[in-house]
């Protein structure tokens, strides 16, 4: 169980500079991670994990739990060889042996999941793998031809989201009285029924899905897109 007493976990705890607790944080109660259900799929929990050696000693096991919270923000859980140590809103930033973990959301899915060192390297966290984002890379190792083909796919129904939503939305808002009076109204070269605007929303949606499963993120695609 996680020692308040141990110096190691202490100073993990606190922010990488000066050792104090920030204040999107608050330290956790020590209880164990509990492990992954078929059902957590349904819910969007987010497990990952790091392994940090340290010399001379057993690697130190860190573990990510993203979560829900009754707020309806999510919360990044930090647990240090099993044992729950620190709770944060998003975005986190946990300080752990020789670096920190950086945690990021987006609208669909996570942002960043990643470890930075001082010399700012920094590698992608292991998704557990019966998790959404697990299953994702396996797919990616198993059948990389595929995996290619869905994420280029991902990419063009982003494109072609932005490249027809953009104008007609610009359209709306030119139309608003006062900016309509201050700067005329845009008229959009592209008229599509609203069926077709919906399927377009869906399939953006679908997408930007997809890139959060590999924590991919541009502002333009998936922002603009969705």
Not at 73 to 95: I, M, N, T
Not at 184 to 193: A, E, Q, W, Y
């Amino acid at each position: 169980m996680f020692d308040e007493d141990d110096a190691d976990a202490l100073g993990m705890l606190g922010d990488a500079d000066d050792g104090a607790m920030p204040r999107r944080q608050e330290r956790g109660d020590g209880r164990p991670l509990e492990p992954f259900r078929w059902w957590h799929l349904v819910s969007g929990r987010k497990l990952f994990s790091l392994a940090v050696p340290r010399p001379g000693a057993s690697d130190v096991i860190y573990a990510v739990d993203v979560r829900s919270h009754e707020d309806g923000d999510p919360r990044a859980y930090l647990y240090r060889d099993g044992a729950q140590a620190v709770v944060s809103r998003l975005p986190a930033k946990f300080a752990v042996e020789g670096g920190v973990v950086q945690v990021a959301a987006g609208s669909y899915g996570l942002r960043r999941m990643h470890y930075v060192t001082p010399d700012r390297s920094e590698r992608r966290l292991t998704p557990h793998p019966r998790s959404a984002v697990g299953r994702r890379l396996r797919l990616e190792q198993t059948h990389p031809v595929a995996s290619r083909w869905i994420a280029a796919t991902a990419i063009v129904v982003l494109i072609v989201g932005v490249g027809v939503n953009v104008p007609q939305l610009v359209q709306v808002i030119s139309e608003i009285p006062p900016i309509a009076e201050r700067f005329g109204t845009f008229v959009s070269p592209i008229h599509l029924p609203l069926w077709l605007n919906i399927a377009l929303g869906t399939g953006a949606a679908l997408a930007s899905m997809e890139r959060g499963l590999r924590l991919r993120y541009h502002w333009t695609l998936d922002g603009l897109g969705n």
